[in-house]
Nanobody
């Protein structure tokens, strides 16, 4: 089970921190990721992290930071300098494996999503 929290409404230039608690996943080698989706559009990759490192989409690189707490089995997304185009529902995802997976089809475990709205 994946449970996200931390979404909300923020002005452009502001910050938000999303958190996702993962429970019931026993694989040590896990990739945890954030995706986002605007209604009517495809779900898109934002960031992923595993034991080797992290990767980001070009649109959020240098503004967002993904981090992981292995003891609590959580993944967070610190979002700074937010822009109106970052407005979307944000989803946490997890899967086993040793790579950084960037496609929605690579995941079968998803959270319920949390809405982020950035006003101009």
């Amino acid at each position: 089970q994946l449970v996200e929290s931390g979404g909300g409404l923020v002005q452009a230039g502001g910050s938000l921190r999303l958190n996702c608690v993962a429970s019931g996943f026993e694989h040590i080698f896990k990739c945890m990721a954030w995706f986002r989706q605007v209604r009517g559009k495809e779900r898109e990759f934002v960031a992923a992290i595993n034991q080797e490192g992290a990767d980001y989409s070009d649109s959020v690189k240098s503004r967002f930071t993904i981090s992981r707490d292995y003891a609590k089995d959580t993944v967070s997304l610190q979002m700074d300098n937010l822009k109106p185009e970052d407005t979307a529902a944000y989803y946490c995802a997890v899967r086993s494996g040793t790579s950084l997976y960037k496609f929605p089809g690579d995941y079968w475990n998803w959270g319920q999503g949390t809405q982020v709205t950035v006003s101009s």
